[in-house]
T-cell receptor, first 115, second 115 residues
Framework: GESVGLHLPTLSVQEGDNSIINCAYS??????FIWYKQESGKGPQFIIDIRSNMDKRQGQRVTVLLNKTVKHLSLQIAATQPGDSAVYFC??????????????FGAGTQVVVTP | GAVVSQHPSRVICKSGTSVKIECRSLDFQATTMFWYRQFPKQSLMLMAT?????????EQGVEKDKFLINHASLTLSTLTVTSAHPEDSSFYIC???????????FGPGTRLTVT
C-alpha cells in the first residue's frame, strides 16, 4: 500500500454525491484486496473485497475496481450519506504456500460528508 | 462477519506500570491473531502475529520483551505492555483470522493513555 504518512488525505463530498477513494498498492504479487472503513475511536470494519482474477466487484452502494496493470484500487460509494464519514483503508495480501500473508494497509483517506 | 471483542476499551495507567489487553473471538476459532498499533491520523501498524499455542512473530522494531503476547487458546490472545511509558500511549487493535480466509476480523480497539 501507500507509505504511511502523518497527514491523512481528505475527500470532502456533498451528501448524495458519489465518492471515489483511490489506493495505489505496491506488491505486484498481491492477489487479494480489502477495503475497510474506520470510524473515529473504533476498529476497522470490512466493506468489500476483491481477488486479483477480477477487475470489478459490487456490493450494496459500493463498488471496488482493480487495475493490476497500474497497481491501482478504487472504492466507489454511491449516494454518499453522513454515516459514510470515516477513514477508509485499502489493504493487500497474497497467498503463500499454505496460508495468507499479513495484510499491508494503505495510508487511509478521510471522507467528510457535508450536508 | 465474525465478532471480535477487546477489553478494556480504554485504560489510563501510570508510567512504569504494566497493562494487559485482551482480545477474544466470540463466534469462531481464531488460529491466528494480529496486534496493531495506530497513532492519530495514521494507518494501522502491525506489531505482531500470534498463532495459537506458539510464540508470536514480532515485526521489525517491536520489542518483544516490552509487548508480551500470549495466545493460549483459539479464542483469546492477550497483549501486555510492560513498564509503560507515555510514548506507548496509542490505540491498540487486535484482529483474528482462520487459516482458510485472508480476511481479518477486527476488534473495537483499546485506547491506552500512559501518564
Amino acid at each position: 500500500g501507500e507509505s504511511v504518512g502523518l497527514h491523512l488525505p481528505t475527500l470532502s463530498v456533498q451528501e448524495g454525491d458519489n465518492s471515489i477513494i483511490n489506493c495505489a498498492y505496491s506488491n505486484s504479487a498481491s492477489d487479494y484486496f480489502i477495503w475497510y472503513k474506520q470510524e473515529s475511536g473504533k476498529g476497522p470494519q470490512f466493506i468489500i473485497d476483491i481477488r486479483s482474477n477480477m477487475d470489478k466487484r459490487q456490493g450494496q452502494r459500493v463498488t471496488v475496481l482493480l487495475n493490476k496493470t497500474v497497481k491501482h484500487l478504487s472504492l466507489q460509494i454511491a449516494a454518499t450519506q453522513p454515516g459514510d464519514s470515516a477513514v477508509y483503508f485499502c489493504a493487500e495480501t497474497f497467498m503463500t504456500t499454505d496460508s495468507w500473508g499479513k495484510l499491508q494497509f494503505g495510508a487511509g483517506t478521510q471522507v467528510v460528508v457535508t450536508p | 462477519g465474525a465478532v471480535v471483542s477487546q477489553h478494556p476499551s480504554r485504560v489510563i495507567c501510570k508510567s512504569g506500570t504494566s497493562v494487559k489487553i485482551e482480545c477474544r473471538s466470540l463466534d469462531f476459532q481464531a488460529t491466528t491473531m494480529f496486534w496493531y498499533r495506530q497513532f492519530p491520523k495514521q494507518s494501522l501498524m502491525l506489531m505482531a502475529t500470534s498463532n495459537e499455542g506458539s510464540k508470536a512473530t514480532y515485526e521489525q522494531g517491536v520489542e518483544k520483551d516490552k509487548f508480551l503476547i500470549n495466545h493460549a487458546s483459539l479464542t483469546l490472545s492477550t497483549l501486555t505492555v510492560t513498564s509503560a511509558h507515555p510514548e506507548d500511549s496509542s490505540f491498540y487493535i487486535c484482529s483474528a483470522s482462520s487459516p482458510t480466509s485472508a480476511e481479518q476480523y477486527f476488534g473495537p480497539g483499546t485506547r491506552l493513555t500512559v501518564t
